[in-house]
């Protein structure tokens, strides 16, 4: 049968896609003799094959091997693999024969994935995924815990080339049969791979899946995993609420585990991650104190951990990440003298293994970031030469990561906020034009990147927030026409966001503050009708957020605020704003 044919047979509207592919595949294979037939279901269990491969699989002889390699290689859905030196089934036909070999033969296909994954294919790395993929196929326990050692070695390693290509083959077997428990635990590490690749629904729908196989399975570290993946996908999708909820369960089941191994590095690391993702939730929601609470749980767990492993990067590294953000609270509280103290423990960890480990590219994003840091706490004390500095160091080296991958949505978004940085400082300082030029180049990346994935709420915010800067440096310019513009463009994506999470504090603050500005703008260029609207928009949300938290001071004092911009408009128009 040729391929042409084969593809004939695929075109059937009677039958299902699963079922054309077997019907097809049954039909091409029991058109074979014997030894072809084995020979080509085979060939079809790894991802690419040659003479040695086949000898393995078919525990023949090299020569019979050649023989047979020979004739698969005249058969139309065979196709040369030049990199690797070999050959491989076609994709189609290939995913037909595995799904084919382990409905109607499990026990032979479970052989043969057991003898693929002891071959060679090719480097180390192609190696380690190739018998991961077949082991989770015939060893799926002892294969559960060498693909966790994989991801957190290569996750440490920064190797991102290596996840991904793990990534593509733990894909692939989403919709293969594989064992409940083994397939729920290889999705969550692919969400974890593809956290900031994928459209956000595609790694909710990953985590959910996996937290309701790993439920039934009773394995809770591994729950626990997928509800703190659950969160940071529901985090990124502006669902703070229910992300905190998924965080709090998982550091649940983990505090719990802990109890019952003490000593136990994974479960302490992925516990020290549930303080740490619970602690930034209670930040943002003003919850200052509990948020130093979570992260003082997490450092004492990593130091813990640090004084038992101290050549660990790992632990080392999110320790680094407490310190960064314990110097962000103590930054709002406008403790400055604590910030520096935690920004310069960030610092130094940051320093030392970026350092030690000068390829690693997440190294150099969290040395980065650092940078951010400090160039942030520079500007809130007027600091703008410094903090400039410290910008600029953020910016170069995320340029210096995306000209070796321009693709990478993560490192694209790091670039922005150091972009948002350098564009304030250089406004402060009054280099407008340079201003202009590093928000527009922010708004730019943010713009591809919220066209890749529209549900992505903290790249919206992003977004919004650098419309934002440019409508205010626009209107210190006195360009009103292009300040509004921005502004509404600004205002359409906090709508927008809104309606979708009607209780979202973060969203309300944030439109609340462009109505704010928006108001001021049509103030300023005499505009007293649109000016008033503005205020009084702004007011009925800072009524709102004030009903909310009626004990946060900083709540009454913007509604104090906001009453005082709407009574001023008031009185200067004519008759006092009333019609005449």
């Avoid at 294979?29 to 269990?45: F, G, N, Q, Y």
């Avoid at 190739?130 to 799926?140: K, M, N, T, V, W």
């Amino acid at each position: 049968m040729t391929f042409d044919e084969v593809f004939t047979r695929l075109g059937r509207a009677d039958l299902d896609l699963e079922q054309r592919l077997l019907a097809t595949v049954e039909a091409t294979v029991e058109a074979l003799a014997l030894p072809m037939r084995d020979a080509l279901e085979a060939a079809a269990v790894p991802h690419s094959f040659n003479a040695l491969v086949l000898a393995h699989l078919l525990d023949v002889d090299n020569a019979q091997a050649e023989t047979l390699t020979a004739e698969l290689a005249t058969l139309s859905f065979v196709e040369k693999f030049p990199l690797r030196g070999g050959w491989n089934v076609h994709k189609v036909v290939r995913s037909a024969v595995r799904l084919k070999l382990n409905r109607e033969t499990p026990e032979r296909f479970r052989l043969l994935s057991a003898r693929a994954a002891q071959c060679s294919y090719g480097d180390d790395t192609v190696n380690r995924v190739e018998a991961i993929y077949h082991g989770l196929s015939s060893d799926p326990r002892n294969t559960v815990a060498e693909l966790e050692r994989t991801y957190v070695a290569w996750d440490r390693a920064g190797l991102l080339e290596a996840q991904h290509m793990l990534a593509t083959v733990l894909e692939e077997l989403r919709t293969f049969p594989v064992e409940k428990t083994a397939k729920a635990r290889a999705m969550t590490f692919l969400g974890w791979i593809r956290l900031h690749r994928y459209p956000l629904d595609k790694s909710e729908g990953l985590a959910r899946e996996a937290i309701q196989s790993l439920t039934a399975a009773g394995e809770p570290v591994a729950l626990a995993d997928a509800h703190l993946l659950l969160g940071r996908v529901l985090e990124r999708r502006g669902k703070v609420k229910e992300a905190l909820k998924e965080f709090r369960d998982g550091r649940k089941l983990l505090s719990e585990a802990i109890r019952s191994d003490p000593a136990s590095f994974e479960v302490g690391r992925v516990l020290a991650d549930a303080h740490i993702f619970i602690g930034r939730l209670c930040k943002r929601g003003k919850g200052g104190r509990e948020a130093l609470a979570e992260y003082a749980e997490a450092q004492r767990i990593l130091n813990g951990m640090i004084a038992r492993d101290p050549d660990n990067p790992v632990w080392k590294r999110e320790l680094s990440v407490t310190h960064s953000d314990v110097g962000r609270i103590y930054q709002e509280q406008k403790d400055f003298r604590s910030a520096l103290g935690s920004f310069q423990a960030d610092r130094k960890i940051a320093e030392e293994l970026a350092a030690a480990d000068p390829s690693n590219p997440d190294k150099k994003v969290d040395l980065g970031v650092s940078y951010n840091n400090t160039g942030r706490l520079f500007m809130d004390q007027n600091m703008f030469a410094e903090a400039l500095r410290e910008h600029q160091a953020d910016r170069d080296i995320m340029l210096g990561l995306i000209a070796v991958d321009a693709s990478n949505p993560d490192w694209l978004r790091e670039l922005s906020v150091a972009l948002l940085g350098v564009g304030d400082a250089h406004r402060a300082l009054k280099n407008h034009a340079e201003a202009i030029e590093s928000y527009a180049d922010c708004r730019r990346i943010l713009q591809g990147l919220t066209e890749i994935d529209p549900g992505n709420a903290e790249w919206q915010r992003d977004l919004s927030l650098a419309d934002q800067r440019l409508g205010r440096l626009y209107r210190e310019q006195q360009n009103f026409p292009e300040a509004l513009a921005a502004f509404e463009r600004s205002r359409v994506i906090l709508e927008r966001m809104l309606a979708q999470e009607p209780d979202s504090e973060d969203w309300l603050r944030g439109l609340s503050v462009l109505l704010h500005h928006m108001g001021r703008t049509y103030e300023a260029q005499g505009d007293l009708a649109n000016a008033l609207v503005s205020y009084q928009q702004d007011l009925v949300i800072a009524e709102r957020l004030a009903a909310m938290q009626p004990d946060d001071a900083s709540r009454q004092k913007d509604l104090r605020d906001r009453r005082e911009a709407v009574d001023r408009v008031h009185a200067a128009m004519p008759n006092g704003g009333r019609a005449a």
